[in-house]
């Protein structure tokens, strides 16, 4: 038992995945001890809000009846979060699953490679460790989609943008795609808009989300009537 609370903190890498499992463990006692339901277990990461394109990225022809096609693959971020099932399974669970590997790797792997002669440099073996708990975070939480999937666990609750206020953060006129901001729970989030009827929308004034567009990639907005966009 001594020797195991020694290599707890032994060695750097050792020390740095304990903290954090400390850490994740002081966590859990608080989800458990406040009854905090599935939401507690997940945080805010924007998986459904459109990636923001800035002003100059896009600018279509007004004149052309061609539709632009804004659709994208899902990026190596979103691909990355799939693989780990994120959103299938609260992101808390995920992420805690990862860190214990992550945790048990470095105590597991620092008994046969001495690396406290290292210094700071022996935090490099964690890269290796990690690429491994990755693949077993996946192989673990596989058998969570489908409990997840049973007792109706859908991932973080949609939000609904339509008639939220919000700033433009670029110049929009006609079929212009810009960007915008919108503070939903004191978080600022960005979304691709265009004005809906087309009439120009300037930088720092303060828009209405109208509507969608059928792929809702795209937010329609319209200038807000206050005091503050006089």
Not at 22 to 48: H, N, P, Q, R, T
Not at 79 to 88: I, P, Q, S
Not at 115 to 134: A, Q, Y
Request: proline share 3%.
């Amino acid at each position: 038992m001594t020797d195991f609370l020694h290599n707890l903190i032994h060695s750097l890498p050792n020390a740095v995945t304990t903290v954090i499992m400390g850490v994740l463990l002081l966590y859990w006692l608080f989800v458990f001890v406040s009854g905090a339901g599935l939401e507690g277990l997940d945080i805010d990461l924007d998986l459904d809000t459109d990636v923001d394109i800035p002003d100059s990225d896009i600018d279509t022809d007004s004149d052309s009846d061609t539709d632009v096609d804004t659709e994208k693959a899902p990026g190596f971020f979103m691909r990355f979060l799939n693989f780990l099932n994120v959103g299938k399974v609260p992101f808390m669970l995920v992420l805690s699953t990862f860190k214990f590997f992550l945790w048990i790797g470095s105590l597991i792997t620092t008994q046969f490679i001495e690396v406290t002669s290292w210094g700071v440099w022996s935090l490099l073996i964690l890269i290796p460790i990690g690429f491994v708990g990755i693949f077993l975070t996946r192989f673990a939480t596989n058998p969570l989609v489908k409990l997840f999937k049973e007792i109706g666990y859908k991932g973080e609750e949609e939000i609904d943008f339509l008639g939220r206020s919000g700033r433009m953060l670029s110049n929009i006129k006609d079929k212009k795609i810009g960007c915008a901001e919108f503070v939903i729970d004191k978080n600022p989030i960005k979304l691709n808009v265009m004005s809906i009827d087309g009439s120009e929308l300037r930088y720092g004034e303060y828009v209405l989300v109208a509507d969608e567009s059928e792929d809702k990639k795209i937010y329609l907005v319209s200038k807000e009537i206050s005091m503050r966009n006089l």
